[in-house]
């Protein structure tokens, strides 16, 4: 019984396709590629959403208690979401100063928001065209109705008239009444994922770090020189296996990179052995 009812629901299907023309087919072809890419759309917000930026920033903080922003780094690798990325970015304050990773950043919200939106233009024109289409589809039947009543009115010349306009409008409607919900879900979470950049742009904002340095030669000289600089808070020498100098610094207010300022007052490499960024 569920075989006749499926066969019978097929064969049914399948003539109204065949009666409705090629407008019914072209129809068709463009509503299963937007429902494709839409559940394909769906799939990737589902899989970058499946981590939070509480979870994110949690393991930021366990990793910077045991090896600072070059441990956190490696730890929020595995994620690979628009959040982790970002988070990612705003970690390398230090290595470069406030303007670079500010930059950086909003390179790395450009190409996600792009990937996050593509293809969803096209999902939009599917729902609009498709009615239109289905329009066309009417017109067409009815211009078939016409010329039936103008060639002798016959009644089976104007039945399929009708059932052509009828199938293509069914068609034009069913498929964007599918869309329109998918369309719906899709842009509701590409809001959600939105909310989630905010909030990891401010849980990023860093009050203080501290940095262990080593510096190549003279490492008083590079004390001095970061005594000048703008951010740095508080810098002595030390006499660390791996480092000599260690800074207190505002990372909102660096105006250049840790290294960069080395450079510039001592011309001798340094090195940043350690980081830990606090909120």
């Not at 569920?2 to 629901?9: A, D, M, N, R």
């Not at 970002?86 to 950086?104: F, H, P, Q, W």
């Amino acid at each position: 019984m569920i075989y006749e009812f499926l066969s019978s629901t097929f064969g049914t299907i399948l003539e109204m396709f065949q009666s409705g023309g090629i407008i019914t087919y072209i129809i068709t072809i463009i509503g299963i590629y937007g429902v494709l890419a839409s559940l394909e759309k769906i799939r990737y917000l589902r899989k970058i959403s499946k981590v939070s930026p509480p979870l994110i920033m949690g393991t930021v903080n366990d990793a910077m208690e045991k090896g600072g922003s070059l441990e956190a780094l490696r730890s929020i690798g595995k994620y690979r979401n628009p959040v982790s990325k970002i988070i990612s970015e705003a970690l390398k304050i230090g290595y470069r100063n406030k303007t670079e990773v500010e930059d950086a950043m909003e390179r790395v919200f450009i190409v996600e928001m792009g990937r996050m939106t593509k293809g969803l233009g096209t999902i939009k024109m599917i729902i609009e065209i498709s009615p239109l289409l289905g329009l066309i589809g009417t017109v067409l039947g009815m211009w078939y109705t016409f010329r039936a009543l103008g060639m002798g009115a016959s009644s089976s010349g104007m039945a399929e008239g009708i059932y052509i306009a009828l199938i293509t409008t069914i068609a034009g409607l069913a498929v964007a009444i599918i869309l329109v919900p998918l369309h719906s879900y899709i842009t509701g979470k590409i809001e959600d994922e939105m909310d989630k950049i905010e909030i990891a742009k401010k849980m990023t904002n860093w009050n203080s770090a501290v940095m262990r340095i080593k510096v190549a030669t003279d490492p008083e000289m590079a004390v001095e020189a970061l005594k000048e600089a703008e951010g740095i808070v508080k810098v002595k020498e030390i006499e660390d296996y791996d480092a000599n100098v260690l800074v207190a610094l505002k990372p909102s207010m660096l105006e250049k990179s840790i290294h960069n300022i080395i450079m510039e007052k001592c011309n001798t490499k340094a090195e940043i052995v350690e980081s830990k960024l606090m909120q």
